[in-house]
């Protein structure tokens, strides 16, 4: 069974880096789907990057070009989302996603049918 744990999160001031880091377990050799999402306060969850378990596509969301890197280290099975120069759009819980038959750019479609989620972290930027 998958099981995403993220760490990581918490108070930042704004223009501040932080990364976030998703702990996997229960992949085996299938070739997943492994992303980024996050939910602010009174909004829908949305997807911010992916990147393959086995490979290097990733996926960006067009809100945070240029601002994070998705990356991921096989040996260690984590995920890490760093982001740069934060602001308060960036606070949010950030949910670690992993699914099999999806791929980045599908993971990124409003919808997406997601089969593993972590707990979840949250992510406060202050001004």
């Known amino acids: 069974q998958v099981q995403l744990v993220e760490s990581g999160g918490g108070l930042v001031q704004a223009g501040d880096s932080l990364s976030l880091s998703c702990t996997a377990s229960?992949?085996?050799?299938?070739?997943?789907?492994m992303g980024w999402f996050r939910q602010a306060p009174g909004k829908e969850r949305e997807f911010v990057a992916a990147?393959?378990?086995?490979?290097?596509?990733?996926y960006y969301a067009d809100s945070v070009k240029g601002r994070v890197t998705i990356d991921k280290n096989n040996a260690k099975n984590t995920v890490s989302l760093q982001m740069n120069s934060l602001n308060s759009d960036a606070t949010a819980v950030y949910y670690c996603?992993?699914?099999?038959?999806?791929?980045?750019?599908?993971?990124?479609?409003?919808?997406?049918?997601?089969?593993?989620w972590g707990q979840g972290t949250q992510v406060t930027v202050s001004s």
């Open positions: 990147i393959m378990w086995w490979g290097n596509s990733k």
């Open positions: 996603a992993g699914d099999r038959n999806l791929r980045p750019q599908t993971m990124s479609l409003p919808g997406a049918a997601v089969g593993y």
């Open positions: 229960g992949l085996g050799l299938s070739n997943y789907v």
